[in-house]
């Protein structure tokens, strides 16, 4: 029997992972983060990226994070991200026109502003999803062929 860790992953409206993981990968500020069940704790701050969750069967969980933070401790993980987007519930076309109406909200907000921080986060989390999506499509085409 493989070893697990309980995940729980939310944003500030939803809940949007609980269950056991083998594996999370998530985006710390200094570099990707991989921990395993029994991992030392720790407290990290998280930027925009993915966070990868490998569960015990089944395909791996992606969410697109803005930033957050991500709490370890030797049996549980947990990320509290700013905003959070689960890629199974989102299509490439909708990752597409969120990410182009984050790069207008940017273009229009003046530098340093609450709002273009918020426009510059919201850029990165779907640019990550985007890629995300389609990696996703790649892999699900070559596992059909």
Do not use: C, N, W
Request: glycine content about 8%.
């Amino acid at each position: 029997m493989a070893y697990t860790v309980r995940v729980d992953v939310a944003d500030a409206e939803r809940e949007l992972y609980s269950g056991a993981g083998r594996f999370v990968v998530a985006p710390a500020e200094q570099g990707d983060i991989g921990v395993y069940p029994r991992h030392a704790p720790l407290l990290a701050r998280l930027r925009p990226g993915l966070v990868r969750i490998v569960p015990p069967e089944g395909e791996d969980r992606l969410i697109a994070i803005s930033g957050g933070f991500i709490e370890v401790q030797r049996h549980a993980v947990t990320v509290l991200a700013d905003v959070g987007v689960r890629a199974a519930e989102t299509d490439e076309a909708h990752a597409a026109r969120a990410r182009a109406a984050a790069e207008r909200r940017l273009s229009r907000a003046r530098a340093g502003s609450t709002d273009y921080e918020a426009a510059k986060r919201d850029l990165q989390m779907f640019t990550v999803l985007l890629r995300a999506i389609e990696d996703l499509a790649r892999h699900r085409r070559g596992q059909a062929s």
